[in-house]
């Protein structure tokens, strides 16, 4: 199983991709886990690409193409990936999805389903507000929420049509609680 979860940032996508990642036995390998682990290194041996990525990660814009690329190609030569992943928040950006396609391709592979977590903008800006008071995370400061969301619906949302036009994306509402929304996860994938 090779799939992705989409949403924007508040829809939820970690979460839901954990329970995902379970029930398929496959890796969940999200880019922000990723990039915060990177961010967090000491600062005094923190390298050049760690505080840009951090910096870029607190303003709520998105790290560029080439090393989001590159962290992920790495990633998914590790053996854990061989036979399936799920990705949570890449691809986010046409570069991403070209690059994710020739990396396929090169391996003979194919993706079978795209999970897009849909949500309303308010609500979601409610719920990581809350979220920045109880987790403390970082890049959770209001101004960077409503970057994140003007980010993700110019340049991730259109993403969609690519997959819907493949006929691989699965519509789910992100609004109810965790198990709500898990459940209609899988009634969705098991169609
Ligand atoms: P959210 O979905 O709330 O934005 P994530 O943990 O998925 O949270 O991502 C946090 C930040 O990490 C993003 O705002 C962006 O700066 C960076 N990031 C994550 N994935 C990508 C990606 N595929 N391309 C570029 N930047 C990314």
């Known amino acids: 199983m090779r799939m992705l979860i989409m949403g924007p940032p508040g829809a939820g996508k970690g979460t839901q991709a954990k329970g995902i990642a379970e029930r398929y036995s496959i890796p969940a390998i999200s880019t922000g886990d ?3 682990g990177i961010a967090k290194a000491d600062p005094e041996k923190a390298s050049p690409l ?10 709520g814009g998105y ?6 690329n590159g962290i992920v ?3 998914l030569a590790e053996p854990d990936a061989t036979n399936g992943f799920l990705l949570d928040g890449y691809p986010r950006t046409t570069g991403q999805v070209e690059a994710l396609d020739a990396h396929l391709a090169e391996k003979g592979q194919q993706l079978d389903a795209v999970v897009s977590l849909t949500a309303d903008t308010d609500e979601l800006v409610q719920r990581l507000l809350k979220r920045a008071e109880i987790e403390g995370r970082e890049d959770d400061t209001e101004d960077a929420i ?3 969301q003007e980010t993700y619906r110019e340049q991730t949302e259109p ?11 699965f519509e789910v509402d992100g609004m109810g609680t965790v198990d709500e929304v898990s459940q209609r996860i899988a ?3 098991a169609k």
């Not at 505080?51 to 990660?57: A, C, P, S, T, V």
């Not at 790290?63 to 989001?68: A, Y």
């Not at 993403?159 to 994306?169: D, S, T, W």
């Open 34 to 36: 990723i990039f915060r």
């Open 50 to 59: 760690a505080l840009e990525i951090k910096q870029i990660m607190n303003s």
């Open 63 to 68: 790290i560029s193409d080439d090393i989001t």
């Open 73 to 75: 190609a790495e990633r």
């Open 146 to 148: 409503r970057t994140r």
């Open 159 to 169: 993403l969609l049509a690519i997959y819907r036009e493949r006929g691989l994306l």
């Open 187 to 189: 009634d969705a994938l």
